[in-house]
Nanobody, 120 residues
Framework: QVQLVESGGGLVQAGGSLRLSCVAT????????MNWYRQAPGKQRELVAA???????NYANSVKGRFTISRDNAKNTVYLQMNSLKPEDTAVYYC??????????????WGEGTQVTVSS
C-alpha cells in the first residue's frame, strides 16, 4: 500500500508565496510521473503541474511563470513552489503519482489534499 501525504497549504495574501510538499510512503519500487492537481469549489479538478522521473515538466497555462514543480527522488517527494499567488488560485491541491509497486505493476495514487486560500 502506498500513501501520499501533502503539506504546506494555508492562507496567504495575493502576491504571496507558498510551497507545497507531497511525500510518498509505503511499498515503492519507483515513481514515474508525479502531478499536482487542484479543485476549486464548483469546478472540476484540473492538472496544475506534472514532472516525470527524468525531470521533464509541464504546467497549466494559468500558472506558467508563477509555479515551479520539482521532485526529490531519494525522498519520494514532489514540491510545488507557488509565487505571485492570485485569488483564483484558491483551491484544494491534490498530489497524484503513478507508482510502480513492483516491476511492471504501476498503480495510480492520490493524496487527501491541502487547502490553499489566497485573499485579495
Amino acid at each position: 500500500q502506498v500513501q501520499l501525504v501533502e503539506s504546506g497549504g494555508g492562507l496567504v495574501q495575493a502576491g504571496g508565496s507558498l510551497r507545497l510538499s507531497c511525500v510518498a510512503t509505503g511499498r515503492i519500487f519507483n515513481i514515474n510521473v508525479m502531478n499536482w492537481y487542484r479543485q476549486a469549489p464548483g469546478k472540476q479538478r484540473e492538472l496544475v503541474a506534472a514532472i516525470t522521473s527524468g525531470d521533464s515538466t509541464n504546467y497549466a497555462n494559468s500558472v506558467k511563470g508563477r509555479f515551479t514543480i520539482s521532485r526529490d527522488n531519494a525522498k519520494n517527494t514532489v514540491y510545488l513552489q507557488m509565487n505571485s499567488l492570485k485569488p483564483e488560485d484558491t483551491a484544494v491541491y491534490y498530489c497524484n503519482a503513478a507508482v510502480a509497486v513492483a516491476p511492471q505493476d504501476v498503480q495510480n495514487y492520490w493524496g487527501e489534499g491541502t487547502q490553499v486560500t489566497v485573499s485579495s
